[in-house]
Structure formats: structure tokens, C-alpha cells
């Protein structure tokens, strides 16, 4: 018989469950074991069903079962101290308050833009570490009280579920997720109604974005979808699914990110009353255009296009995540065009306001035919960051050419290395481990962990074991789904129950399918890997797990090398790929695995961050020294795989296996297997201690969040500030032009040492004669830039002393301490300077002597 229709029975939670609630909507639940636990107790098999969606959960119980809760006094004793602990994580004062009392930064206030947040599987709107690091991001933050807001988007479908077909090739599912499933709630305005914003596209069509909010914490992030019936149906797909469709839905995509979204958290902050965001961070270029908008906003009040873009610029943050030239996100220049809207007088209608021709010039880059969503986020923002020291470096070399006649090293993009959120990612069996570790029991506020002691060899060494077992038994479980829907039959897969050894050394390997991350590295010498695995005495398992992008069947085609290799050369149950890479996976392959392995191209990995997860549960790292590991390898912590940087890639990748082969052979296996007469492995375990009180503090995010605080917000607040006061950004406008006017006829006339030669010890001084046409000498900096030379005369890492002008301007004089013996180079530059200006680079104005 056939349905006439459906009708939706949802329970009532009467008024003394109604905590759970409260507690369901605000993700905080999520990196907190107790209310973990507590909605876990409710029905621990349809916990598991609803994929640990407490909504879902508590939309399911029969009404039998809410009696039964609420009758229940343990159970309601345990979630009335799950509300209290809640609402005291909400109300304390925390880092960035107490770190700002009294000063003007106290009201430095941030919104957060990024495509994808990756906080907990229930809310699907992520891809991979981009994600989940702005999830992590958003965790810490709310831990240290920093106020911020994310922006991002609601996708119908999120990003695809993996399975594999009989012959090893990715399939990719998607499925609809109603906002009624998940922990968001409408954004009201002021009239009770859902709040909308639109954006602009061509032809003049308006496009609605309903505005939801999901609570971390105490950090909203805010969520736009389009999928609403206010919308016609080309419209409705545009948040369909993440990094899906072609360049046009792309464009369209982040076009709702950056101007609807901007508009989205101006709006919330006008109808909550909360302070308009100082600080608009771009995690990533795809949110460039909220920087357009933003100066539409400007010059529509009257602006000139340079105040408009001295605002944006002075509070701007930009942080580029890919060293990769291809990785960056690039549009046809017509398209950009097109989306941009020019009218008659080429304003864009996009952003009223703005030319659009100087809105294509933000984004141009060396190809006339592109605009450079990283090209743009850099021109929009003072500000620019990479995410690591490394990947700081590559992109100063990246992008120098946005900042001509500067050396590299003075390109202004600085770094702040990745983080991970500890209370999310150590696995419960650790976290009294690593508390004792630290001296500090939520391991929020872990900066030194003094006792690395704390806890004896066996048992750091059970819990070990625990998490090893733990791992054994949810990949068997996984894996032999994994085969029946790859269409084997039940009576096929007896092998599957015994894969994988709980005692096994094993060795884990997870993250996104892209080339660069050499998912088959080890593959090199298939033989040689084979005898590793099947070591009678000491063999050695593999886990191994991720997604390939849908459009890449360079991916696809690796993913399917792994597996048939698996497959076919008997080693089926020493290497298991377990479909579907997600954050819950996540957490327990970063746990359970002893080693995490990680073999990028030098220097294609930005940073990477599930390493950082593994050190946490006291996995140990085996690593290419790229991302995070190149600033904190240490011998005692892990094991450096030798990168051979300039070899052809063939010689390349057999060169870095056959490392990883002997580094496996000959000092991972032995050492783990060398036992005491109690079963521990002593050295093994002195170097889990070693890893996780050295390098575990460096690789919180809570230690990344004050970094960026610190470094970046609380800089970009202040200039925020005065930029925002109009009067100055107008003048700092005009003080621009007058100087690149006026540069021309600076020149540096005479440069005298005056104290010949200098002994160690004593002073060394310089005077220069500089003429400065029509500036002062308050529009510029003299300075002496003093170092070692190499063979070609070039300095190498010189240091730069400002030299003081004299009564009349005309000279200006250094006199500084010189230590060390030798013979230095030194010369003498012309910048200019301004309280806004943060870097001389940024207007590329610089004079030598001739
Ligand atoms: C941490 C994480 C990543 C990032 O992995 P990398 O090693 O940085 O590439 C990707 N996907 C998921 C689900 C993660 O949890």
C-alpha cells in the first residue's frame, strides 16, 4: 500500500528534560566527555544510529522512554551538573579578557570567514583539515573567550560520503540534510522573522540567504543557505554541496560567503547589539569579496575608492593555506567580470560603489586571464599569514612579486602555526594521562606540561594498548562493511573478523587523496613493504583512509592502486582502507595507530594538522620535514624521513621510501618490539612521554588562537580602530599619493662612516645626507641595513637600524654597538613611514644610494 502522505510525530520533552535541550544546541557538547556520555546513556544503540546527533536523538525517543528520563533521578542529577558546568563554561572570564583588562583592545571584536568548519560530524558543512582547523579555531576560541564570529555556509547535501566499488574506485554519495537535523537555529530579526540578506548576481537578481546560527561554545557561527523557497530553483542549489560544481557555482558560492555573509554578520550584530567586527580574517581567499562589499559600503557613504580601501585594509586578515600554485583558488578573469556587474559607468552592481575595473585589478596576477582569490585576499588585507614557519617562508617567496623591489624576506606575510583543540581530539583513556602531564585537568589552558613523569611506563603503556585495541576493533567492523557493500558475500568474509592484530605495531596514514601527499609513497618497493607486513615475530598493520576530491582521478587512481595492492599481494588484512574519512574516524585513527605517518612533497604541505592529533594520544610521528613537523621534528619525539628536495621526482620518491623502509626496518619495529620482562616497551615509551610533553603544548590551538591574538587580531583591532575613525583613512589616502608623487626626487646624496674602523666592542657610526623633495622627514624612514655579504656583494639576513635625523632634517645619524669581529657590508635606504603603514613593502617605494 501506498503513503497518501507523512505526518511528523516529534516528542515533548517535558520541562525537567528540557536541559537537554539547552545542551543539544550548543556544540560545546561535543568536546565535553560528561554530556557526551550523558546523551550517549539516553539509548547507546540509537546514538550510535543517529551518527551522534543528539537532535536526532532526542526527536526519536518513543514517549515511553522520555518518562522514563525524567523519573530518573541519577540521570536527571547528571544533566542538571551538565547544565551547571555549561553555563559556568559560558559566564567565566577567560584569557582574552583578563590578557586585555583596562586597554582599548578589550573591544577588539573578529569575524571569521572560511568555506568549510569541521566541528563535529553531526553538522556536516566540511571537507578536511581547511575545515577543521576553523573548527578548531572557533573551539579555542571560545575556551580563551575571544570574541569572534564565524561566517560560513549551509550545505544541503555537505560534502560526499565515500564507499568503494569491487574494483577499488571511489563511489560518492550525497544525502539531504534538513537544518531541523542539525544544531542551528534561525537568526531572528527584528520582527521575529528569519533573517535574510541577498546578494546581487547578474541580470540584477536578487538572491536570499537565510541566515542560521550554530553555537560552539560561546562562538556563533553563522550559516547561510539558499535553499529556501523564497529563492527560484537555480538560486535554491547555489549551498548545495561543498567544493562541488563547476567555476561558476564556485564563483556563486563565494559570492554568498563574502557579500551575504558580511552582510549577514553586520545585520546580527545590529540585531543582537553586539559590537560591528574590527577584524574580518579571510581563512583562505574564498571569502575575498566580503573586502569589495565592504568598500561598496564605504564609498556609497561617500568615500573615495583609497579611503575605502585604506579601511579595508588596515582591518583585514588574510591566511593563505596552500603552497601549491595550483592549489589556489583562480577565476577567468570574463567570469569575475560578469559576477562583478558593471553598469553604464562601469560601477559594479555587485558592490555599488566600486569601479569595476579596479575591482579586477585587486585580483590580477601574472596570467592577464585570471583573477587570484589569493591575489585578492593579499591586496584587501594588511595583514597575511601563513601556517606554518615554512609554509610562512614559501609564501613570502610565493607572492613577492606583489611587493617589487623588497627582498623576500621583508614580504609581509608572517606565520602562525596550526593547532589542534586538545579537549576534541585526545581520546578519553588520554586525557588523565596527559592532565597529569600538564597540571591542568580540562587541558584548555595547557601551555608547559612539567611532568612528563607523572604517570608510570606500564600504565601510560595500557592505555596505549587500549587505544591500539580500540582502533582493531572499529577497523574490523568497518572493514567488513567496507566489503559487503563493495558486494562480497557474508560467507566470503570469515578472514575479516581476525584482521589486524591488536598487538601489532600499527601504523596509520589518513588524510585527503591529493598527489602531493604520496599516498602510495610506500608502494615504491611492493616486496619490500610486504616483508615489513608480514614479519612473522614482528609484523606490522597498516591503516589507511581518505577522499578523493571528486573531479581528481589522479586521486582516484592512487586510491584504487592502494587498495587492489592490498588486495592482490595477500596482504588484505595487514592493510585496511576504511572508507570514509571523518572527523569521528579521525579520532580514533590519530589514537589508536603508534605511528603517524606522513609523507608529503617538501614543501607542499602547508602545515598539516592530523600529526598534531596523534602527538596528543601519544602516537608517534614518522615524517617528511614539511608543515608543522619542519619547525618542531625532534629525534626524541619522532623520526625525520631525509627529503630529497631537488632529485627528479622519480629518483625523488624512491630515494624518500627506501628512507621510510629502513627508518621502519631498522629503528621503529625493533623498538617497539624490545619489551621488558612486564611486556613495555621502555624506550617506546619514554618517547611517547618525550612527544607529548614537548611538542604536544606547541600544537594546541588554544597556543595557535593567542598567537593570532596576539600577533595579528589585537595589531589589526588597533589600525581597525583608527582607519575606521574616517578623517584619518582619508588622510592616510592622501598621505599615499603624495609620496609616490613625490618619490622621485628622494636620493640619498652622501653616506659617511665616521668611525673608519671599528674595534669589537666599541661603536661604529654612519651619517647620510638624504634629500627628500617635497616629503618630511616624518613621511620616511632612513635606515642603515648592515650584514655579512656574500660572494656576489649581496647582504645575507642584514640587520636594519633606523637612523635619527638631525635638527634640520637634512641628516640623518647611526651610531651603533658592534660585538663581533669581521667585516660587515652595510648601506643605507630611503622608506617611506606612516602609523598605518605597517610594512614599507606595501607600497613598494624604496631609494638606495646611487
Ligand atoms: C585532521 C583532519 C584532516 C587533516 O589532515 P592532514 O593530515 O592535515 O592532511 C583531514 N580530514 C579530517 C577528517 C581530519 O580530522
Known sequence: MKAYDSLNVTPLLPEALQPLQTLAMNLRWSWRNETHELFRSIDPALWTKTGHNPITLLKSLRASKVQELAQDETFLHRMQQELEDFESYCELDRWFKKNTAGAEDADTTIAYFSMEFGVHQSLPIYSGGLGVLAGDHMKSASDLGVPIIGVGLLYTYGYFKQTLSREGWQQEHYTEHDPQ???????????????????????????????????????????????????????????????????????????????????????????????????????????????????????????????????????????????????????????????????????????????????????????????????????????????????GAVSRSMFKDLYPNFDEREVPITSVTNGVHIPTWIRKPMKSIASAMSGNRDLTTANHWNAPDAIGASELWRVRNELRKELVEHSRALSLQSWEDRGAQEAELGWTKNIFNPNALTIGFARRVSTYKRLTLMLQNPERLRRILMNPERPVQFVIAGKAHPADMGGKELLQELIRYADDAGVRDRIIFIPDYNISMAKFLVAGSDVWLNNPIRPQEASGTSGMKAVMNGCLTLSISDGWWDEFRDDEAGWT????????????????????????????????????????????????????????????????????????????????????????????????????????????????????????????????????????????????????????????????????????????????????????????????????????AELGLVRFPN
Open 181 to 391: 537535523d542539525l544544531a542551528v537555529l534561525p537568526v531572528l530579526d527584528e520582527q521575529g522573522e528569519q533573517l535574510h540578506v541577498s546578494v546581487t548576481y547578474p541580470e540584477q537578481r536578487e538572491v536570499l540567504a537565510a541566515v542560521w546560527k550554530a553555537d560552539i561554545g560561546r562562538v556563533p557561527l553563522l550559516l547561510l543557505d539558499t535553499n529556501i523557497e523564497a529563492n527560484p530553483e537555480d538560486f535554491r542549489v547555489i549551498t548545495d554541496r561543498l567544493y562541488g560544481g563547476d567555476a561558476e557555482h564556485r564563483i556563486k558560492q563565494e559570492l554568498v560567503l563574502g557579500v551575504a555573509g558580511l552582510r549577514a554578520v553586520q545585520r546580527f550584530c545590529e540585531i543582537t547589539g553586539r559590537k560591528q567586527p574590527d577584524v574580518i580574517h579571510m581563512n583562505e581567499g574564498h571569502a575575498g569579496f566580503a573586502g569589495v562589499e565592504r568598500m561598496g559600503q564605504l564609498i556609497r557613504t561617500g568615500e573615495t575608492f583609497e579611503t575605502a580601501l585604506a579601511v579595508v585594509r588596515a582591518s583585514t586578515l588574510f591566511t593563505t593555506h596552500t603552497p601549491v600554485p595550483a592549489g589556489i583558488d583562480r577565476f577567468d578573469m570574463l567570469l569575475a567580470e560578469r559576477y562583478l556587474q558593471g553598469d553604464e559607468s562601469g560601477i559594479s552592481r555587485l558592490a555599488p560603489g566600486v569601479p569595476v575595473s579596479r575591482a579586477l585589478e585587486l585580483g590580477k596576477e601574472e596570467d592577464p586571464n585570471r583573477f587570484n582569490m589569493a591575489h585578492l585576499g593579499l591586496r584587501l588585507a594588511q595583514y597575511a599569514n601563513g601556517v606554518a614557519k615554512l609554509h
Open 641 to 840: 624521513i631525509p627529503s630529497a628536495v631537488h632529485a627528479d621526482p622519480h629518483m625523488r620518491d624512491k630515494w624518500e621510501s627506501q628512507a621510510l623502509y629502513d627508518i621502519l626496518e631498522h629503528e621503529i619495529v625493533p623498538m617497539f618490539y624490545d619489551r621488558d620482562e612486564q611486556g613495555v616497551p621502555q624506550a617506546w615509551v619514554e618517547k611517547i612521554r618525550y612527544s607529548m610533553s614537548q611538542v604536544g603544548p606547541q600544537v594546541a590551538a588554544e597556543r595557535m588562537v593567542r598567537d593570532y591574538c596576539k600577533d595579528l587580531y589585537l595589531p589589526a583591532g588597533r589600525t581597525s580602530r583608527i582607519a575606521n575613525q574616517l578623517e584619518n583613512a582619508r588622510a592616510f589616502a592622501q598621505w599615499q599619493s603624495k609620496v609616490k608623487d613625490a618619490w622621485p626626487q628622494v636620493a640619498i646624496t652622501e653616506i659617511r662612516n665616521v668611525t673608519g674602523s671599528a674595534q669589537a666592542g666599541s661603536h661604529a657610526q654612519f651619517e647620510a645626507t638624504v634629500q627628500l623633495g617635497s616629503l618630511t622627514p616624518e613621511d620616511i624612514r632612513v635606515e642603515a641595513v648592515i650584514g655579512i655579504t656574500d660572494e656576489y656583494g649581496e647582504l645575507v639576513n642584514p640587520r636594519t637600524v633606523t637612523m635619527d635625523a638631525t635638527a634640520d632634517g637634512s641628516q640623518f645619524v647611526m651610531d651603533i654597538p658592534v660585538d663581533l669581529p669581521g667585516t660587515f657590508g652595510y648601506t643605507v635606504r630611503v622608506v617611506p613611514h606612516h602609523r598605518l603603514l605597517r610594512s614599507p
